[in-house]
């Protein structure tokens, strides 16, 4: 049984940053493109991050490019979303992603405060 954990949110004031951890267990996690998302209040879910599970290519969506840096630890199976320079529109529930499968993490919850 798949199953992926995500840890790290928080409140923080904008500028401030956080370190978005999801670990996963139950899978072979190495051959897994890997992807944040993120669910604001009163909007669609949105991809945020995605890092391939061969070279460890990041893509970000635009929004957040320059400030979130994403990475992978194959060997402690857990993906990492470094967010800097937070701003309150990054405010909203994050959750982790396998790509292509339906497995999804609970999410957890970053609030950015002006």
């Known amino acids: 049984q798949v199953q992926l954990v995500e840890s790290g949110g928080g409140l923080v004031q904008a500028g401030g940053s956080l370190r978005l951890s999801c670990a996963c267990s139950?899978?072979?996690?190495?051959?897994?493109?890997m992807g944040w998302f993120r669910r604001a209040p009163g909007k669609e879910r949105e991809l945020v991050a995605a890092?391939?599970?061969?070279?460890?290519?990041?893509y970000y969506v635009d929004s957040v490019k320059g400030r979130f840096t994403i990475s992978r630890d194959n060997d402690k199976n857990t993906v990492y979303l470094q967010m800097d320079s937070l701003k309150p529109e990054d405010t909203a529930v994050y959750y982790c992603n396998l790509l292509g499968t339906g497995y999804w993490g609970k999410g957890t919850l970053v609030t950015v405060s002006i």
């Open positions: 890092i391939t599970w061969t070279d460890g290519k990041p």
């Open positions: 139950g899978g072979t996690f190495s051959v897994y493109h």
